[in-house]
């Protein structure tokens, strides 16, 4: 049986249902475009739903001051309201300041309902596997779903698949990994717990200080909400636990008794080939059992724990990236560079996870303690209707370790789907944007640039 396939048609396209394609949509909505959003999952969310990456860090600097804002901040602020997020908070033992919980079954909803207000047409359940192209523009994504094959046109796409799928089949160039073997960041499955004894670990961490890394002075930590642990390093190195990790990591919440870990480590797999994928599952599901077993025999306050969630995929750190205008350093991230061009800032620091090694290498960032991400990041070559948004912009390798994290996807999504819809308004190309008018149209709707 042959089936017709169905046509859909929209001023923004925007492939990709995480925090950046979210923002990216409701950023065009809001901007009169007719805008439809493609995800493949049943729900949104992306890597903060799917593969429980819990909290939200950082949408401020070191310092304190807050540099990302926007829609972003209204989903905060939105979740709150609805007793899904305590809001910003201050970190106590990590290296991060200031840390954001939010209860991912209320975020779902929340995207939808928002996204429902800018008149966004959603799909769910929706497999981008086509592009279709003329010369240097994209004509039409085709999708895989249920109901057989559909073809969405439009003026603009925006790519927020995290993988830079549209870009990839669309003939765009893209990079992957590192330059010196292409090897990318660690995939990890994350896992939740509950019945764990917080004001026990809080009080370990108090008697056992050294045993901890940190930067807020253990004196202080008793009148601290406590909410992240990294350390635990003597039980670690006596466990014999085989994951190629050198520490403990995890998140408390968003319930009192609760904790998210972030411990599995999958290393020399690609999350853009699919047997690589289905060996990392396999994996990292073993790995989620041999670190809850850990936890409950060998760690204070886990003894009665047990676990409550894991992830429906495994969480992907890196993969493709576009090849774009210009491409973020990590000079441009330590030395804290101002563009011109910026459409969004960042204070999350350098977090390089090893792709052969046990460590985390991790670097501040300088100047005001945030750094710029310019227009050009987003904008790739050679195909002028589309742009980039979240993981997959333009950047180095060592960069992405900063841009990849969920607050600066916001706003490079929220960046993205603005200019989206000034080109269509205007019948002109990416690259075209009057810059000026979008940054202006940005600090109107709250950015930070």
């Known amino acids: 049986m042959t089936r017709s396939i169905k046509s859909l048609q929209a001023d923004v396209v925007v492939a990709g249902g995480g925090p950046a394609g ?23 969310g992306g890597m903060s739903t799917a593969a429980s990456v819990y909290p939200w860090m950082t949408f401020h600097t070191e310092q304190g001051d807050q540099v990302i804002k926007g829609i972003a901040q209204e989903i905060v602020e939105r979740l709150a309201e609805r007793g899904g997020s305590p809001g910003h908070l201050r970190d106590t033992v990590g290296f991060v300041h200031t840390v954001t919980p939010y209860h991912p079954e209320i975020y779902k909803v929340l995207a939808v309902d928002m996204l429902k207000e800018a008149g966004v047409k959603l799909l769910v359940h929706s497999f981008v596997d086509e592009v279709k192209t003329s010369g240097n523009r994209i004509e039409s994504i085709q999708l895989t779903s249920k109901s057989g094959r559909i073809d969405v046109s439009g003026s603009m796409f925006v790519d927020a698949t995290g993988d830079a799928d549209i870009a990839y089949l669309s003939g765009a160039p893209t990079l992957k990994g590192r330059d010196s073997d292409s090897k990318m ?17 809080k009080q ?26 990294q350390g635990f390093y003597s039980q670690w190195k006596a466990s014999g636990v085989p994951i190629n990790r050198d520490q403990v990591l995890f998140f408390i919440g968003p319930e009192e008794d609760e904790v998210l870990v972030n411990c599995t480590r999958v290393q020399g797999l690609d999350g853009t080939d699919v047997e690589d994928l289905t060996l990392a599952e396999e994996l990292g599901r ?25 992830g429906t995929q495994i969480g992907i750190r890196e993969t493709r990236r576009i090849e774009g205008l210009y491409s973020l350093t990590i000079d441009d991230v330590v030395q804290g560079r101002r563009y011109d061009d910026a459409i969004a800032r960042s204070g999350y620091p350098v977090d390089i996870h090893d792709p052969s090694g046990k460590g985390v290498v991790d670097a501040d960032v300088g100047g005001d303690g945030a750094y710029d991400i310019p227009y050009r990041c987003l904008v790739p070559k050679h195909i002028e209707n589309l742009l980039a948004a979240g993981r997959c912009i333009s950047t180095t390798h060592k960069a992405l370790a900063t841009t990849r994290l969920t607050p600066s996807c916001m706003a490079t999504g929220q960046a993205a789907g603005t200019a ?30």
């Open 22 to 44: 979210i923002n990216a949509a409701i950023a065009a909505g809001r901007m009169g475009a007719s805008t439809i959003l493609i995800e493949r999952h049943g729900f949104l």
């Open 204 to 229: 370990y961490m108090l008697d056992n200080p050294g045993n901890f890394y940190r930067k807020t002075p253990i004196a202080e930590l008793p009148n601290l909400p406590l909410s992240g642990v």
């Open 286 to 310: 073993k790995q989620v059992l041999m670190m809850a077993e850990f936890l409950k025999r060998d760690v204070p306050g886990f003894e009665k724990a047990s676990i409550s969630s894991v």
């Open 420 to 449: 989206a819809a000034l080109a269509c308004a205007a019948n002109i190309a990416a690259k075209d944007v009057d810059v000026n008018e979008l940054r202006d149209r940005l600090q109107k709707d709250h950015m930070v640039i």
């Open 185 to 201: 960041q660690p995939m990890t499955m994350k896992f939740r717990m509950r019945g764990v004894n917080v004001p026990g670990i």
